[in-house]
């Protein structure tokens, strides 16, 4: 069996390549669903909530709309990988930072912990800016379209900590 490494799918087809990068991260994103469905309509229900809080139903558009944006930048850095090792060690940033946004939902709605969501949150956020500085070196754009998602989780941090104070 050949094992094709994520630097040779073929970029003969941009619009195919673009279309998995995005699929491939919204996929990524309904993983840290996995953790929210089972204590969202429970224990979250149960929490003190900031006055800042959003109604709940905003929080599947912007993140479907994120991880779409998420997935663009993606695009855009790994077809430059094949090439150059920058923008190659910059994926394997946004791979591992990805595992801390699935780890927050893990860890605040999963472990149904304030306090273990804002230790994630505050990685998280660390790790989302220097992703930025990377990919706005190798393409401006590519950067450019994750500030709305470092953005978010700036607010989702305030609200984190919020409620970590609330409760």
């Known amino acids: ?47 003190t909530r900031p006055a800042l809080a959003p109604p709940g139903w905003v929080f599947a558009p912007v ?4 991880f779409a944006l998420m997935g ?36 605040f709605f999963g472990l149904e912990s304030t306090g273990a969501g804002l230790a994630v949150i505050a990685v998280l956020w660390v790790a989302i800016g220097l992703l930025v500085r990377r990919f706005v070196r190798l393409d401006r754009l590519a950067g450019v379209l994750l500030v709305p998602y470092w953005l978010w989780v700036s607010f989702a941090a305030v609200l984190n900590y919020q409620l970590w104070v609330l409760n």
Do not use: C
């Not at 673009?18 to 491939?24: C, D, E, K, T």
């Not at 993140?63 to 994120?66: F, S």
């Open 63 to 66: 993140w479907t709309t994120l």
């Open 72 to 107: 663009v930048a993606l695009y855009r850095i790994w077809a430059l990988a094949r090439e150059q090792y920058a923008a190659s060690q910059a994926v394997r940033w946004f791979l591992a930072h990805m595992i801390l946004n699935v780890g927050w939902s893990a860890a």
């Open 1 to 47: 069996m050949t094992i094709i490494h994520w630097r040779h799918l073929p970029f003969s087809r941009p619009k195919t390549a673009l279309v998995l990068a995005i699929l491939a991260i919204e996929a990524v994103g309904a993983l840290g669903g996995i953790f929210t469905v089972q204590s969202v309509d429970t224990w979250y229900q149960t929490l």
